[in-house]
Nanobody, 123 residues
Framework: QVQLVESGGGLVQAGGSLRLSCAAS????????MGWFRQAPGKEREFVAA????????DYATSVKGRFTISRDNAKNTVYLQMNSLKPEDTAVYYC????????????????WGQGTQVTVSS
């Protein structure tokens, strides 16, 4: 069975940085693509970033491009999201997700999900 556990969330002031981690367990074929989504209160869950197993395919939401960086360390079965220049609108619960196959942006394409970690950016 696949399990994803996020960590690294917290409270930060606007303009600050935060690094999220997601540790994965289970069959490597089930986590060939890993991504990050976020959901703010009253809003739909939205795509943030995703990365393929070898890192050759990476995708970012327009809203975070240039500020966030996704990476992975397959030896540690971990994916990271480095968030810089944080804005209050980045406040949300951030979820780690995984799937087989290719990088995708729709939420429904992902099979496995973590429980989320809260990121709060103060004004």
């Amino acid at each position: 069975q696949v399990q994803l556990v996020e960590s690294g969330g917290g409270l930060v002031q606007a303009g600050g940085s935060l690094r999220l981690s997601c540790a994965a367990s289970g069959r490597p074929s089930s986590t060939s693509v890993m991504g990050w989504f976020r959901q703010a209160p009253g809003k739909e869950r939205e795509f943030v970033a995703a990365i393929s197993w070898g890192g050759s395919s990476i995708d970012y939401a327009t809203s975070v491009k240039g500020r966030f960086t996704i990476s992975r360390d397959n030896a540690k079965n971990t994916v990271y999201l480095q968030m810089n220049s944080l804005k209050p609108e980045d406040t949300a619960v951030y979820y780690c997700a995984a799937r087989r196959g290719v990088v995708a942006t729709p939420e429904y394409e992902y099979t496995y999900w973590g429980q989320g970690t809260q990121v709060t950016v103060s004004s």
